[in-house]
């Protein structure tokens, strides 16, 4: 069973940075990407972020383009996700994906390409 946790989620003012970090344990897998998605109150699960372990590509949603930085460590299946000049729509549960099947590089936006899931962490922004 592999099981993925968050951590580094909190309370912040608006323009405040965050970063969040996901560590795979459990058995021993080979993610092929590892991304970033939020939910908040009444609203469906999006996408934040994502990186593909092949060619390092990676993606952001339009949301957070140049305020949010994913990074990584393939071998160790751990992820960040650097938050700066966080806004309260930035307020959400944020969870933690990894894929160990192939994800191109535009489908790395796409959630029923994750096969394992976090927990979530909450990270609530105040104005």
């Known amino acids: 069973q592999v099981q993925l946790g968050e951590s580094g989620g909190g309370l912040v003012q608006a323009g405040d940075s965050l970063r969040l970090s996901c560590a795979a344990s459990?058995?021993?897998?080979?993610?092929?990407?590892m991304g970033w998605f939020r939910q908040a109150p009444g609203k469906e699960r999006q996408f934040v972020a994502a990186?593909?372990?092949?060619?390092?590509?990676?993606d952001y949603a339009d949301s957070v383009k140049g305020r949010f930085t994913i990074s990584g460590d393939n071998p160790k299946n751990t992820v960040y996700l650097q938050m700066n000049t966080l806004k309260p729509e930035d307020t959400a549960v944020y969870y933690c994906?990894?894929?160990?099947?192939?994800?191109?590089?535009?489908?790395?936006?796409?959630?029923?390409?994750?096969?394992?899931w976090g927990q979530g962490t909450q990270v609530t922004v105040s104005s």
């Open positions: 990186i593909s372990w092949s060619g390092g590509r990676t």
């Open positions: 459990g058995r021993a897998f080979s993610s092929y990407a």
């Open positions: 994906s990894a894929a160990s099947g192939y994800v191109g590089d535009y489908a790395l936006r796409v959630a029923s390409k994750y096969n394992y």
